[in-house]
């Protein structure tokens, strides 16, 4: 989400001259936007380009828990959306293990944090079951296989009444050129048309609510988030 602004301030700095002493060589095919592997710099600039604003209009609009409910929270990161669910008993997962470290740094007593990857043969059964399983800015990381995975894992653990959200960056034919060009600098690989992920989800459900958002973050920018039950 935020990898752009890092990509120009670290291309800025490597083009600034300098008077003092000769520039080391460095290494010009580092991707600088792998800084945001680093859990301070990607809570730094998830905060900077959306805030907190924008984290708690997710979470009142689109997740919409309830004290006591059980929420599984995949792709999880370093732990970003856990303040914005209180009184839930949560789970979070993700496959790096420095962002879950540094999710448990803050972890209250009925938090888990666990370090596992979405595969093409993903199960969350032993994890329990869930009223809400959330995916915030993952699915545009997972191919089709693992996006299929997902959802099939994802529904395999709902409760009676539960629903799966996700949140993620598209591309639709309205968006402005400049949200279009942020948006294809992205980590993620599999940023789809609405379309593309509509399809995904609707596969494993048969309600897929869509809500398409271009006012999210500071920076132009759009969203698709899908409410599947
Ligand atoms: C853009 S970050 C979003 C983090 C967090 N949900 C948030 O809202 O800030 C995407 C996250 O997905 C995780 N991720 C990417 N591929 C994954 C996979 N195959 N399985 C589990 N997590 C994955 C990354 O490690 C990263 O934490």
New binding site residues.
Partial sequence: ?ADWILVHLVACDQLRPSSRKPREVTNMNVDPRNLLAVPKLYQLF?NLVAGPAARRRVADEFLKVKPGDRVLD????PG??RPLLPDVIYCG????SK?ISAARAHQGDRDRFIVR??TAQTSFDDLGKFDLVMA???VH??DDA?TSSLFQAAKAVLNSGGRVVTLDNVFIPEQSTIARWIIKLDRGKYVRTKAEYVALASQQFQNVHVTVLQDLLRIPYTHIIMECW
């Fill in positions: 989400m998830a995949v792709g999880c990161g970003v959306m997962v993700d496959v790096s962002y990857a979405v915030n800015a993952l990381h997972l693992e």
